[in-house]
């Protein structure tokens, strides 16, 4: 007799059903595990062996084969073990094949029988809903998470026994119901927000710009001026995540192992130190996972000191910020993450970083200052929508009462909306419009349109910068809730598109 029990891996992203086949046959006792499995699963045969037993379930004296279906796809995790149980449990007639008609079933065991929770639950579910299936059986800690995607059955269970006897209908797990959600700002005890902020009033204006229309930003001016400060004020304008966002969010975290439990109901903001290598920002590894700037999908990627990151670190990111992915690939497979993210940078304008203060005597020459700012290509600046120059406020500034002003979280979500209704997504921004959606729904007025033309000419702008820059000033048009893009729009976009440290 051979059992087959449905599971599922993550490849990338997306998913694909596994089928878990087990064959027993009179012979020397053993268990034998094929199908191109890792480590982890080579050692299940023993986390199986002891848990059926600890179980108080009959552990078969046979020959076993288990097989795990396509053969050729190679596959990563323990959360093959409890479908492997569930086979052996069914090969030997203590479970009936008829019982998995429509299941999928994933979960690492514990020795005792217990259930472990998984990565990658949210990609499981996908996958068994594309599949057709009607339940999928979960570890009970990844159940929340399992119930963000609606229009299947999420049993969660706690161990192995307690699987049994759902299965032989001797105990009722209800269906797991996701609980209301409240998705948030993510806005941490004592973190800094712009009212926070004295002065750099035009600083502030390009984060509320940038937060509306998911714009690339980076700040440029000498130490202590407030670049880090005003990067992680970003965080407590930035819109809540909608429930297609949060699914993605959560889905990605889970799939890196940060987050196997607990849902992300905030827009995330990634921070890595500047001796990032590329494969921990762009993702990696043997079985590929994401790296940091999937996890900043929805969010924020904050590289501070750009030009302190690694070369080939930095310039992986052309890809991501030009298409919103990223593709990894390895000798035996090619996967893909999302990973559409609000790049926020800081640099100094020289190594000793006093080139554009008025305060300090820069001791760089000007071959020095050159090659650091060398450091970041054209074309990765070409990709990036707000450049300011930030300068030094004033001491005796500093501790004057700053005026409150919450009235641009309301045009920030406003601007979303707008935006939403013009793409028709609640996911895309002006920041990813297409060029043929600027041509098709991005209305400019003729004097708009000789401005930027003229401009265009005299700058010598890229046809990227060029698109960038209407990108820009369609943003600013939606917080003045204008239909069309207006010359004074087009100026201050332009004024943010300059470069000249």
Do not use: W
Request: proline fraction near 5%; hydrophobic fraction near 35%; glycine fraction near 6%.
């Amino acid at each position: 007799m051979i059992a087959r029990i449905n599971s599922a891996t993550n490849v990338g992203f997306s998913g694909r059903i596994i089928e878990v086949e087990c064959d027993a046959s009179n012979g020397l006792p053993t268990l034998l595990i094929v199908g191109l499995g890792n480590k982890s699963i080579e050692e299940a045969k023993e986390r199986v062996r002891s848990a059926i037993k600890n179980s108080s379930l009959e552990f078969p004296r046979k020959r076993i084969t288990i097989n795990l279906a396509p053969a050729n796809l190679p596959k990563d995790g323990a959360h093959f073990d409890l479908p492997i149980a569930l086979s052996l449990l069914c090969v030997s007639k203590q479970l009936n094949q008829k019982d998995f008609d429509g299941t999928l079933v994933v979960g690492e065991l514990s020795l005792d029988g217990s259930l472990r929770p998984v990565r990658g639950i949210i990609g499981h579910v996908e996958t068994a809903q594309r599949a057709g299936m009607k339940t999928i059986i979960v570890p009970v800690q990844n159940s929340q998470q399992a119930a963000l995607i609606e229009g299947i059955n999420i049993v969660g269970a706690k161990s192995l026994h307690e699987v049994y006897l759902y299965l032989k209908k001797e105990v009722i797990i209800p269906p797991q119901v996701l609980t209301t959600l409240q998705p948030s700002r993510y806005i941490q005890t004592g973190q800094s927000t712009l009212d926070d902020i004295y002065g750099q009033e035009r600083a502030k204006r390009a984060l509320i710009i940038a937060a509306a229309g998911h714009h690339n930003i980076l700040f440029n001016g000498p130490p202590g001026a407030g670049k880090t400060m005003l990067a992680k004020a970003l965080l407590s304008i930035l819109p809540p995540l909608s429930q297609e966002e949060m699914i993605e969010v959560t889905k990605l975290h889970s799939l890196s192992g940060e987050s196997d439990e607990t849902i992300i109901s905030h827009r995330p903001f990634r921070s890595p130190h500047h001796n990032a290598s590329q494969n921990s920002l762009v993702g990696g590894g043997r079985h590929p996972r994401p790296g940091e700037i999937s996890l900043a999908h929805r969010g924020v990627l904050f590289l501070d000191e750009l030009p302190e990151y690694g070369r080939m670190a930095i310039e992986s990111l052309r890809q991501p910020l030009e298409d919103g992915i990223i593709t990894i690939a390895r000798t035996d497979m090619h996967v893909s993450y999302p990973a559409d993210f609000m790049l926020v940078a800081t640099q100094n304008p020289c190594p000793c970083g006093y080139a554009t203060d008025d305060t300090h005597e820069c001791t760089c020459s000007a071959h020095q200052i050159i090659q650091y700012q060398k450091k970041i290509s054209g074309p990765l600046l070409d990709r990036i929508d707000l450049v300011l120059e930030i300068s030094r406020v004033e001491h005796k500034k500093l501790l004057k009462d700053n005026a409150k002003q919450r009235s641009f979280e309301q045009q920030i979500l406003d601007a979303r909306r707008q935006q939403a209704k013009r793409y028709k997504s609640t996911t895309k921004t002006n920041s990813n419009a297409t060029n043929n959606d600027i041509k098709t729904r991005v209305q400019l007025s003729p004097t708009a349109k000789t401005l930027l033309d003229t401009a265009a000419s005299r700058l010598n702008l890229s046809a990227r910068s060029y698109f960038k820059i209407i990108k820009v000033s369609r943003t600013i048009a939606d917080l003045e809730e204008s239909v069309d893009i207006h010359p004074n729009h087009m100026s201050e976009a332009l004024q943010y598109r300059y470069r000249q440290f």
